[in-house]
C-alpha cells in the first residue's frame, strides 16, 4: 500500500508538472480550431502587401524584432500614444521613431483576420506570422510558428530605449544586448542576416561611409552619392546592395567584402570571435537558412503572454 500510495503521488506530481507547463507553452496548431483560416488570410494579405512594396517585407520583419526584444513577444510596439490618459507607448522611443513602418498593414490583416473570428487571434501572434510570411515572400526560409501569444495591455517606451541594439553598436556591445535576451552570439549573427533586405537611412550610416577604413571604398563612393555630408538625415539606401529585394546570403557576402552598410553590421566581419559564422553563411545559404529559422522560432518564444495573462486586443493600437 505504501508503494502503490507513492506511486499515486509521484503520478500526481509529475501530471502537475506535465499540465502547468503545457498550460504556459504556444503550439503551431493553436488556431486549428478557433480560427482555422487565420493563417491562411495573414499569408495572402502579407503576400500581396510586398508585392505591393518591396520593402514593406523588410518592414514587418523588424516589427517583430522591435517588439520581442522589448518585454517580450506581447504586441507592445503597436500601442499609440494616448495623451488623454497620459500613456507613451514605445512608437516614439529612439529606436523606433520614424523608423518602425507598416502598421497600417497590420491594422488592415487585423480588421480582416477580426471579419472571420472576432476576439480570437492575438496582435503578438499576427506579428510573429507576418514576420516568417514576409521572409517567405522575399524569397527567404520558412519556419513553423508557434502560436497562443497574448497581447500587452501597457508598453514601456524606456525598456525600447535601451534593450534594441544600435546600428552604431560594436561587436561586443551587440553581444552583450543579444545575450541579455538569451541569444548566444551565432544565433546573434544568424538573426542580423535580416538585413540581408530592407533599407536604413543616411543619419545612422553617414559616419561609417565618410570616417572609418574598413569599407571597401567603391562601395562607399556609391553609398555617398545618396548620402551627402550634410543634410539628407532621411535619404535611403538598401542594406544589402548586391539583392536588396530579395532574402538571401547576400548580406554575409558583402560583410566580407567590406560592404556592410551600418557600422554594426561591419563589426560582425573586422577581425573578431565570429568572423569564421559570417564566413561559414557567405559560403553556404542552407545553414544561414536554417539557423535563421531556429533563432526566429526561439525569439518568437521570449517571455510571451498565455492564458489568462494580457489580452486579445479588437483593435491592435489600443487595449480594449
Given at each position: 500500500?505504501?508503494?502503490?500510495?507513492?506511486?499515486?503521488?509521484?503520478?500526481?506530481?509529475?501530471?502537475?508538472?506535465?499540465?502547468?507547463?503545457?498550460?504556459?507553452?504556444?503550439?503551431?496548431?493553436?488556431?486549428?480550431?478557433?480560427?482555422?483560416?487565420?493563417?491562411?488570410?495573414?499569408?495572402?494579405?502579407?503576400?500581396?502587401?510586398?508585392?505591393?512594396?518591396?520593402?514593406?517585407?523588410?518592414?514587418?520583419?523588424?516589427?517583430?524584432?522591435?517588439?520581442?526584444?522589448?518585454?517580450?513577444?506581447?504586441?507592445?510596439?503597436?500601442?499609440?500614444?494616448?495623451?488623454?490618459?497620459?500613456?507613451?507607448?514605445?512608437?516614439?522611443?529612439?529606436?523606433?521613431?520614424?523608423?518602425?513602418?507598416?502598421?497600417?498593414?497590420?491594422?488592415?490583416?487585423?480588421?480582416?483576420?477580426?471579419?472571420?473570428?472576432?476576439?480570437?487571434?492575438?496582435?503578438?501572434?499576427?506579428?510573429?506570422?507576418?514576420?516568417?510570411?514576409?521572409?517567405?515572400?522575399?524569397?527567404?526560409?520558412?519556419w513553423t510558428v508557434q502560436l497562443g501569444r497574448r497581447d500587452s495591455t501597457t508598453a514601456s517606451f524606456s525598456n525600447a530605449n535601451t534593450d534594441l541594439a544600435s546600428p552604431l553598436m560594436?561587436?561586443?556591445?551587440?553581444?552583450?544586448?543579444?545575450?541579455?535576451?538569451?541569444f548566444t552570439a551565432k544565433e546573434m549573427v544568424a538573426l542580423s542576416g535580416a538585413h540581408t533586405t530592407g533599407q536604413a537611412r543616411c543619419l545612422l550610416f553617414r559616419n561609417r561611409i565618410?570616417?572609418?577604413?574598413?569599407?571597401?571604398?567603391?562601395?562607399?563612393?556609391?553609398?555617398?552619392?545618396?548620402?551627402?555630408?550634410?543634410?539628407?538625415?532621411?535619404?535611403?539606401?538598401?542594406?544589402?546592395?548586391?539583392?536588396?529585394?530579395?532574402?538571401?546570403?547576400?548580406?554575409?557576402?558583402?560583410?566580407?567584402?567590406?560592404?556592410?552598410?551600418?557600422?554594426?553590421?561591419?563589426?560582425?566581419?573586422?577581425?573578431?570571435?565570429?568572423?569564421?559564422?559570417?564566413?561559414?553563411?557567405?559560403?553556404?545559404?542552407?545553414?544561414?537558412?536554417?539557423?535563421?529559422?531556429?533563432?526566429?522560432?526561439?525569439?518568437?518564444?521570449?517571455?510571451?503572454?498565455?492564458?489568462?495573462?494580457?489580452?486579445?486586443?479588437?483593435?491592435?493600437?489600443?487595449?480594449?
Amino acid at each position: 500500500m505504501a508503494f502503490q500510495s507513492h506511486c499515486l503521488r509521484l503520478w500526481f506530481f509529475v501530471m502537475l508538472i506535465f499540465t502547468g507547463s503545457c498550460s504556459a507553452q504556444l503550439s503551431s496548431n493553436y488556431y486549428a480550431k478557433t480560427c482555422p483560416r487565420a493563417l491562411s488570410v495573414i499569408r495572402g494579405a502579407v503576400y500581396g502587401a510586398v508585392a505591393k512594396e518591396s520593402r514593406m517585407g523588410a518592414s514587418l520583419l523588424r516589427l517583430h524584432f522591435h517588439d520581442c526584444f522589448v518585454n517580450g513577444c506581447d504586441a507592445s510596439v503597436l500601442l499609440d500614444d494616448d495623451d488623454s490618459s497620459n500613456f507613451t507607448g514605445e512608437k516614439s522611443a529612439a529606436p523606433n521613431a520614424n523608423s518602425l513602418r507598416g502598421f497600417e498593414v497590420i491594422d488592415a490583416i487585423k480588421t480582416q483576420v477580426e471579419s472571420i473570428c472576432p476576439g480570437v487571434v492575438s496582435c503578438a501572434d499576427l506579428l510573429a506570422v507576418t514576420a516568417r510570411d514576409s521572409v517567405v515572400a522575399l524569397g527567404g526560409p520558412s519556419w513553423t510558428v508557434q502560436l497562443g501569444r497574448r497581447d500587452s495591455t501597457t508598453a514601456s517606451f524606456s525598456n525600447a530605449n535601451t534593450d534594441l541594439a544600435s546600428p552604431l553598436m560594436n561587436l561586443d556591445e551587440l553581444i552583450s544586448v543579444f545575450s541579455n535576451k538569451g541569444f548566444t552570439a551565432k544565433e546573434m549573427v544568424a538573426l542580423s542576416g535580416a538585413h540581408t533586405t530592407g533599407q536604413a537611412r543616411c543619419l545612422l550610416f553617414r559616419n561609417r561611409i565618410y570616417n572609418e577604413t574598413n569599407i571597401d571604398s567603391a562601395f562607399a563612393k556609391s553609398v555617398q552619392s545618396n548620402c551627402p555630408r550634410s543634410g539628407g538625415g532621411d535619404d535611403l539606401s538598401s542594406l544589402d546592395v548586391t539583392s536588396p529585394v530579395v532574402f538571401d546570403n547576400a548580406y554575409f557576402k558583402n560583410l566580407v567584402n567590406k560592404k556592410g552598410l551600418l557600422h554594426s553590421d561591419q563589426q560582425l566581419f573586422n577581425g573578431g570571435s565570429v568572423d569564421s559564422q559570417v564566413t561559414a553563411y557567405s559560403n553556404n545559404p542552407i545553414t544561414f537558412y536554417a539557423d535563421f529559422g531556429d533563432a526566429m522560432v526561439k525569439m518568437g518564444n521570449l517571455s510571451p503572454l498565455t492564458g489568462t495573462n494580457g489580452e486579445i486586443r479588437t483593435n491592435c493600437r489600443k487595449v480594449n
